[in-house]
């Protein structure tokens, strides 16, 4: 699970939404303060900003970090904000106690941690100034550190070389990122890591040469132990595998930051990890447990250092046995699988009562805390949120679905978790059950029928809302004859979700929305719309509106899936042509330089939208724009080269196969066949990155879910249209293996563009080779009602990670929507569907 999300997971119970909107409730009361004569007051998302209107500040330069707790946050505020109006220096800070706590939580981004000021001196002697008055100010007041940062002094400020004004550039692989000026005039991209790392051109400043100097001098000295590998990591520190210096045996460092990784309770990584300590030492000599063997600290930082257990996390062995990913999963697999997993999940049984025995809550239970050893025991091996029965509080951190409802207390608390952990073995869909009050025991009764379960294994009893959830479920077992109620419940909770009123998004997304871009076609307004124009419902005009409104007031850059190119090919679908065209002028002013080939946010989706535009403007100029960039992702991708150049991330978004499709489209308007042999150039690198897996299909790396995004549902569908113009026996073979992928019975999420909708869209195709039978798609839409939910009585679905739902095109209901209309209307399942015209 990726427990980024967990931050868009507070502001609502239903959707994912900024954090800045249930943080910013209550600010801190210097957050809504006029500016002073002669200063500028900014808001910048989560940010408040002030600074002295007649002094410029230059365009990158050193800047002054202060980190905070949460409970001296008020006072350190209020000491840097007099500092700073009274000096003349700009600065900005966290608007709220919120985020004082977000930006220091457990899963908070480490490259932003502890920072809740940041000062923008104007120049060396300012900074000088600064480091001089706030260091005696704040008297060393504590906080937590901030990766990447260079301390100064023993006090919370931490020194970064940075950008002061907005100022982006591309990666390697497009992606529009911060960026730092070099002294050529180049923009380059601004990198932030864990520890400090100055650019090698930057200058130091005399106050700071010392400093500079001296990082990361003496960080290992000392240090008793050698680190083999990184087991896990967060902002609240680490787990490591490593071996004393010395030599002996391998032993497991878990690391804990101070102040840092705050839960909800607001307790720190270092106050968990001493209460693992203590739970350890009152659970030794339990096979369950591994042996405390010590502690120490190192640069503030605190380590236990506990035995080594060998063996397999649970998530890993349950992800080389579950059989319902594979293509085909017989009845002897599964038959076999149901009775390795029910002795497993008996001996993580023994191990909790075992613990219970010694009068020890755990707190918490997840796959990733099990270890299980070859003789089929298990072994817990994180104790952070245990503690004795008697003095339990119920945990401040949880993953969905494992966590215990609120009001549990004691033993019960691992009950919860057992239970779920039982129902992740067999149907791993756990996170859904926190959305809906009846979705667990529906899960469940799929999870027996499935694999046969003993009765009364898993709880199916009635829940409130069963008959809701039943009534949404039930869409989906009806077929072709059943699909224009089916569609009518989509559209219904896709329209009942927008929210016009919001400047910020239209329909409730993937947190990708405030991240990257909330219009686009892939996470914002602009997929949506078109998603319901596409399967034929009428779209309000009152939200293109907004659509057209937010294109005028924002900053736009360029792409496809994600940018404005996108939003301009919408527009032009909805029937406002006039505020597409203007939008590409907007677009084609500027060049993208540095964008990468792909077809999401590079220079493929680009060609795509030009060559769109000069077929129905008629506009030569365009289809020349088209053809150069073709002409520059061909180059980039350096095909046809003895050495060429693959893309990082394989697949239709971001990999190489979004320039075959815009070299096959570009054929279709020319008719140069040396285009087709450049598609099939690009084509063949994706193709390279696909081995045979365990079940004979083809798939990225071998083990990367066939999805439509970065796996081979993508590349088989640009290999499909490439087939239509050049038939090739050797080609077509792959593609049927590819599409072979796209035919297990499990899915881990709904999604187009990396779930279930996706690959129904891949097999709704007329098949190059062998057809999968009927009876797959079928399967496969009769296997969406496992992530259906009710909203306001009609279908919907949970978005990446299934821990809110999503109503956007990539990761959501209108991506469902489309996907079912391919398979049902034979219309594309999403803007530029390789198998369309």
Known sequence: MDMRYEAYTYADPVFYDSPVQWAARDEFPAAAGAAPDGWVRGLREAWVGYRPGAVPLPEQGWRIHVSACPENAPRILEVVRAYCFGHGVAFEFLRSPALVRLQNAEYAPRDSSGTFLTLYPADDAQLERCLGGLDEALAGAPGPGIPGGLRWRRGPLYLRYGAFAEQWCRTGEGEVVAALREPSGVLRPEVRRAAFDLPEWAPVPAVLAG????????????????????????????SYLARPVGGGERVVLKEGRPFAGLDRRGEDAVRRLA????????????????????????????????????????????????????AEADEVAVAAYREEALAVLDAVERALRAVHGRGIVLGGLHPRDVVVREDGSAVFVDFELASPVGEFVHPGVGEAGFAAPAGVAGFEVDECALRALRMWAFLPLVPLTALHPAKGAALARSARKRFELPIGYLPEGGSRGE???????????????????????????????????????????????????????????????????SVGAGVDPRQV?????????????????????????????????GSALELLRRLERDDEPGAGPGLSAGLAGIGLARLHFARVTGDRALLAAAVDSADRAVAALRLGEPAPAPTARPGLLHGASGTALLLVRLFEECADPALLDLARAALDQDLARCVVAEDGTLRVDGRTPACLESGSAGIAAVAHALLRHRPDSVLAERVGRLRAAAEPEFVAQPGLFNGRAGLLALLALDPSGPAPDDEVIDRHVRRLAWHVLPRQGQPAFPGEQLMRLSMDLATGTAGVLTALASVYDGSAPMPFWPAGN
Do not use: K, M
């Open 545 to 577: 509106r907004w659509l057209v409104d937010a294109v005028e007031r924002r900053p736009c850059r360029p792409g496809l899936f994600v940018g404005a190119h996108g939003v301009a090919w919408a527009l032009d679908r909805l029937g406002r042509r």
């Open 467 to 533: 008959a809701q959830l039943a009534a949404v479920e039930s869409l989906f077992g009806d077929g072709r004859e059943g699909w224009p109620r089916l569609r009518n419940g989509l559209v219904a909770a896709i329209a009942g979700s927008a929210t016009p009123e919001r400047a910020d998004r239209l329909f409730p997304g993937d947190p990708a929305q405030f991240t990257h871009d909330a219009l686009g076609l892939s996470y914002g307004a602009a997929g949506v719309l078109w998603a319901l124009h």
């Open 275 to 326: 209460r693992e300590q203590r739970a350890l030492e009152a659970l030794a000599g339990l096979d369950a447990v591994p042996a405390v063997l010590g502690e120490l600290t190192a640069r503030g930082h605190r380590f236990l250092v506990r035995e080594y257990v060998a063996g397999e996390g649970l998530h890993r062995w349950f992800g080389r046995r579950f059989p319902l990913v594979r």
């Open 211 to 238: 400093a500079v100097a001296g990082a990361g001098l003496g960080s290992v000295d000392g240090f008793p132990f050698t680190v083999e590998r990184v087991l896990h990591v967060s902002n609240g520190g680490g």
